[in-house]
């Protein structure tokens, strides 16, 4: 079984901030990892994929995150927020047909 | 362009009536897959679908129903419903996920359902 926790459930950042979420997963075998993010009224969107390789993966509108294995964590981040990045951002492990979503973090930034 | 529809997007229905709820992709995925979205608790897997005719439960599958007789449809089925599946429910797709090839699901617009 495997299971996703994302460690703040809401991070209010000023603009032009750095913000980092954090997520941990628990899994017994190799998994892939996701950041999908969601802004209001919307559907899921992607931001960021993990599935091999380098461990520091860079997605879309300058977002990043790190896969640390020992640590079973994939934290997310971003050295700069804007007011458009005010959004619900999930992480979500995918593994045997499955992908497991974390509870979400609600990123609220204020000018 | 490549979506992922769903209908209906809002619905207000009262307990007992059943309901259907279609998901259509245009992108010849073979994986599609339905979520429900509730505070506090993320995205939770309902069903998933590997191909045509070839479905199984995901984490909370009790009081729906799912079929996959072609490969573009995916509808979700409520026989009963009930106040608790009150949800914003999501329906995805992609093609077969496994392998260093694992692709990204493609969420349609979402479907707010209240059981009253």
């Known amino acids: 079984a495997q299971s996703v926790t994302q460690l703040d459930s809401q991070v209010p950042v000023f603009e032009e901030a750095p913000v980092e979420l954090r997520c941990n997963y628990s899994s017994s075998v190799s998994v892939y990892l996701f950041w999908y993010v969601q802004y209001p009224n919307q559907g899921l969107q992607l931001l960021l994929k993990y599935l091999s390789g380098s461990t520091l993966v860079k997605g879309i509108n300058g977002f990043e995150a790190e896969f640390n294995k020992s640590q079973t964590s994939f934290h997310l981040r971003k050295p700069s927020v804007h007011i458009s990045d005010t959004a619900e951002y999930f992480c979500a492990v995918f593994n045997d047909y499955k992908l497991s979503f974390g509870a979400g973090t609600t990123v609220t930034v204020r000018a | 362009e490549a979506q992922v529809t769903q209908n209906p997007r809002y619905l207000i229905t009262v307990t007992g009536k059943k309901l259907t709820v279609t998901c259509s992709q245009n992108m010849n995925h073979e994986y599609m897959s339905w979520y429900r979205q509730d505070p506090g608790l993320g995205l939770r897997q309902i069903y998933y679908?590997?191909?045509?005719?070839?479905?199984d439960k995901g984490d909370v599958p009790e009081g729906y129903k799912v079929s996959r007789k072609e490969k573009r449809n995916f509808p979700l089925i409520l026989e009963s419903p009930s106040p608790n599946q009150t949800s914003l429910y999501f329906c995805?797709?992609?093609?077969?996920?496994?392998?260093?090839?694992?692709?990204?699901?493609?969420f349609g617009a979402g479907s707010r359902l209240t059981v009253l």
């Open positions: 995805a797709s992609s093609s077969y996920p496994t392998g260093a090839g694992a692709n990204v699901l493609t």
């Open positions: 679908s590997m191909n045509v005719e070839v479905t």
